[in-house]
């Protein structure tokens, strides 16, 4: 699985709509301070779910779309769309290639869409999960991310260990059960009660 290309229209700096082709191996973005290269990656995490904006370097969601510049007028929506190889099927989906894409409009309405069906921002993140892509895992390192881990706590450390061991789905899986479990428990008492009540 790899990053093929992102599509980013309106978003931060991106006025217009702009496509950029990545092959396997590595590539590099370079270009003046400014430029635009820091909000690739902010497009990157905020498509597949970021919903910090402080991790994207914005005060609130609105920021993200294009505010207007040089002889360019303020848009009204951001979209960012990713197109994910998947020939080795590390995502659970039988596409060969699978888009992932974000909108949003200045009332601050979100949309995603998977293969531009429109779905949850839970199906991105479990789309995601145990890849070692989602938005908090440790594909995306920006400028700090590495102290930040550095001195994260270890709660935060376990969860990055789990997500790299493949785990973090079964583990929430398994309290999602543990949630339901206890849900039917309480309702078998009453259940029990009306029962015992009658009797
Ligand atoms: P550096 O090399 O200094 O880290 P960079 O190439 O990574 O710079 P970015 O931080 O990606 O640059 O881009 C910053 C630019 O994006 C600024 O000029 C800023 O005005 C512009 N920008 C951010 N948000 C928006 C927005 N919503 N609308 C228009 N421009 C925006």
């Given at each position: 699985m790899y990053l093929k290309c992102i599509e980013i229209d309106g978003f931060k700096s991106f006025a217009?709509?702009?496509?950029?082709?990545?092959?396997m191996g590595i590539t590099s973005i370079v270009g003046p301070n400014g430029s635009?290269?820091?909000n690739i990656l902010d497009a990157i995490l905020w498509v597949l779910g970021e919903q910090s904006y402080k991790n994207i370097r914005a005060k609130e969601s609105s920021d993200v779309i294009f505010s207007g510049?040089?002889?360019k007028k303020p848009r009204n929506t951001a979209t960012v769309s990713l197109y994910i190889d998947n020939?080795?099927?590390?995502?659970?989906?039988?596409?060969?290639?699978?888009?992932?894409?974000?909108?949003?409009?200045?009332?601050s309405e979100n949309e995603y869409y998977i293969n531009d069906q429109r779905c949850r921002l839970k199906d991105i993140n479990e789309l995601f999960l145990d890849t070692g892509v989602g938005k908090s895992a440790y594909?995306?390192?920006g400028q700090g991310k590495v102290e930040k881990i550095i001195s994260a706590s270890n709660k935060e450390i376990k969860s990055i260990i789990e997500e790299a061991a493949g785990i973090k789905k079964i583990k929430?899986?398994?309290d999602e059960a543990i949630k339901k479990l206890s849900k039917v428990e309480l309702e078998t008492d009453k259940i029990n009660l009306i029962v015992n009540e009658l009797e």
């Amino acid at each position: 699985m790899y990053l093929k290309c992102i599509e980013i229209d309106g978003f931060k700096s991106f006025a217009d709509k702009i496509k950029l082709d990545f092959d396997m191996g590595i590539t590099s973005i370079v270009g003046p301070n400014g430029s635009g290269k820091s909000n690739i990656l902010d497009a990157i995490l905020w498509v597949l779910g970021e919903q910090s904006y402080k991790n994207i370097r914005a005060k609130e969601s609105s920021d993200v779309i294009f505010s207007g510049g040089k002889n360019k007028k303020p848009r009204n929506t951001a979209t960012v769309s990713l197109y994910i190889d998947n020939e080795d099927k590390t995502l659970e989906i039988d596409d060969e290639v699978v888009k992932v894409t974000r909108k949003i409009n200045k009332k601050s309405e979100n949309e995603y869409y998977i293969n531009d069906q429109r779905c949850r921002l839970k199906d991105i993140n479990e789309l995601f999960l145990d890849t070692g892509v989602g938005k908090s895992a440790y594909s995306v390192i920006g400028q700090g991310k590495v102290e930040k881990i550095i001195s994260a706590s270890n709660k935060e450390i376990k969860s990055i260990i789990e997500e790299a061991a493949g785990i973090k789905k079964i583990k929430l899986r398994k309290d999602e059960a543990i949630k339901k479990l206890s849900k039917v428990e309480l309702e078998t008492d009453k259940i029990n009660l009306i029962v015992n009540e009658l009797e």
